[in-house]
């Protein structure tokens, strides 16, 4: 006993050009299944993927088009798969898409087409497609008005991730590379031409040299600093830290040898 499925949807391109309802067909390459043939959009349903989907995304993959409407075309196409021993009811869905827009093929195709009703049921092979665009042309040419009884609800494009708390607590990194535009003294400058801080840069700021712009002064002022704890010295600058030529270099290490004077040595000093 065959299985009933419903993994497939058929869905048909249309635009209103001139008031007048036109279909998108794509003729097959002739090295695939079914070659030189004429179809509408058909495309398997993934698993978790709704039926209007899969329909965007027919859409989206074998003519690089975006859908503007999607429309009921309250009707169900059925037909018997022999491999997989089912009977595969597949909803039909009519998508609308902007006039104008260009039509990029997918791998499986040669050529494309905008054709009237007429012209559309005779390049189809099968009598369920060639039903289907009979019906949607009489839908959608009703007028708008009642053609809206039919618009069905766009899928939603997924929303973008959320950041954990953890993430939104992070203040941003400052960037550190170089916008297209920019040169580089204006990246390297520092806002106040007296202050020592300048931005981070790309890495390839540490090959190149910065240029010295006419708003930087000819020599930067030196912040202090307190000494450090490790037991190291502040030097000054002003003083020298060697002794003048000829003279013996003191040391506070060396001990200094202090002896008292004798009483005839203070004797001698008096007089």
């Known amino acids: 006993m065959p299985q009933v499925l419903s993994d497939i949807v058929d869905v048909y391109v249309f635009r209103r050009l001139n008031a007048r309802v036109q279909f998108l067909l794509l ?23 709704s039926t209007l989907e899969a329909a965007s995304r027919a859409v989206r993959e074998m003519a690089g088009l975006t859908v503007s409407g999607v429309f009921s075309a309250d009707y169900v196409n059925q037909f018997y798969d022999d491999y997989r021993d089912a009977l595969v009811l597949a909803p039909v869905i009519a998508v609308n898409v902007s006039p104008q827009a260009p039509v990029s093929l997918g791998d499986d195709f040669r050529d494309c087409a905008w054709l009237d009703r007429d012209e559309a049921t005779i390049r189809l092979p099968f009598s369920g497609q060639r039903w289907a665009v009979r019906h949607i042309d009489e839908l959608m040419s009703i007028g708008e008005r009642e053609a809206e009884l039919y618009r069905l609800q766009m899928p939603e494009s997924p929303a973008p991730k959320s950041p954990t708390p953890l993430e939104s607590s992070q203040e941003p990194e400052p960037s550190s590379s170089i916008a297209i535009g920019e040169t580089y003294d204006e990246v390297a400058k520092p806002s106040d031409p007296t202050s020592n801080d300048f931005p981070i840069l790309n890495v390839a700021s540490i090959f190149t040299p910065r240029r010295r712009t006419g708003a930087e002064p000819a020599a930067r002022v030196q912040t202090e600093e307190p000494p450090s704890e490790i037991g190291l010295e502040t030097v000054d600058p002003q003083e020298p830290t060697t002794p003048p030529f000829g003279q013996d270099e003191a040391s506070d290490s060396d001990p200094v040898d202090e002896q008292a004077d004798t009483p005839e040595e203070t004797a001698t000093r008096s007089e």
Do not use: K
Request: hydrophobic share 25%.
């Open 27 to 49: 003729q097959r390459r002739p090295d695939v299944t079914m070659p030189q043939t004429w179809q509408g959009f058909h495309a398997q349903i993934d698993p978790g993927e």
